[in-house]
């Protein structure tokens, strides 16, 4: 069975541009998760997708978007970058109630 | 506030010899608990989970955790490591009641000496 996919792997933006992350969960899998990692702030919950529906959200500004399509797969989007915004960007895929979650590779974006 | 606390930030071991990293939760009721590790630039693999019933449960790679109640706490370990097990592990919390997110310490890391 695969696993979670996340495209890409690396990432160059400037500030104030835009960016759109995906993810693929294991099949079968309906739940996504979003984290953002940095080395100051740790691993931070940005939000979870179930079923083409947010769930639960983090303390992240509106800039930091997400949806999950009919085939679970899921994208982020953050609007007018900023350095801060630098960091692995990690998605996990779940499923049932126990919420045991399987993390992809990571997206590394990098902010100039 | 529900929490998660790894007390080590880092930890050295000798090749060969034991680990334990710690973990304590702060719940309004026992949530289940994870281990993961992520090596440098990866994502975070599952090692092991409690959800109930044996309080030592075994996982991949030899690692194993011990859930105490009276202690909160629930601390992996590994009776003899290898240098392929420096990386940074992370301890995690989900409540039973569902429906929240997944809560994780800090981290820490581990490095092997040879």
């Known amino acids: 069975k695969a696993g979670v996919t996340q495209t890409p792997r690396y990432l160059i933006k400037t500030r104030g541009q835009q960016v759109t992350l995906s993810c693929s969960p294991i099949s079968g899998h309906r739940s996504v998760s979003w984290y953002q990692q940095t080395p100051g702030q740790g691993l931070q919950f940005l939000f979870e997708?179930?079923?083409?529906?947010?769930?639960n959200k983090g303390n992240f500004p509106g800039r930091f978007s997400g949806r999950q399509f009919s085939n679970s797969r899921s994208e982020m989007n953050v609007s007018t970058l900023e350095l801060g915004d630098s960091a692995l960007y990690l998605c996990?895929?779940?499923?049932?109630?126990?919420?045991?979650?399987?993390f992809g590779a990571g997206t590394r974006l990098s902010v100039l | 506030a529900q929490s998660v606390t790894q007390p080590d930030i880092h930890i050295t071991v000798s090749e060969g010899a034991s680990l334990e990293l710690r973990c304590n939760y702060s719940y309004g009721a026992t949530p289940y608990l994870f281990w993961y590790v992520q090596s440098p630039g990866q994502g975070l693999q599952l090692l092991l989970k409690?959800?109930?019933?044996?309080?030592l449960v075994q996982g991949i790679k030899g690692f194993e955790a011990e859930f105490k109640r009276s202690q909160s706490s629930f601390n992996l370990r590994k009776p003899s490591v290898h240098w392929s097990d420096a990386a940074e592990y992370f301890c995690?919390?989900?409540?039973?009641?569902?429906?929240?997110?997944?809560?994780f310490g800090t981290g820490t890391r581990l490095t092997i000496i040879p």
């Open positions: 996990a895929s779940s499923v049932g109630q126990k919420n045991i979650q399987y």
């Open positions: 997708y179930f079923s083409e529906t947010q769930r």
């Open positions: 995690a919390a989900y409540p039973t009641s569902g429906n929240e997110k997944l809560t």
């Open positions: 409690y959800f109930s019933g044996d309080t």
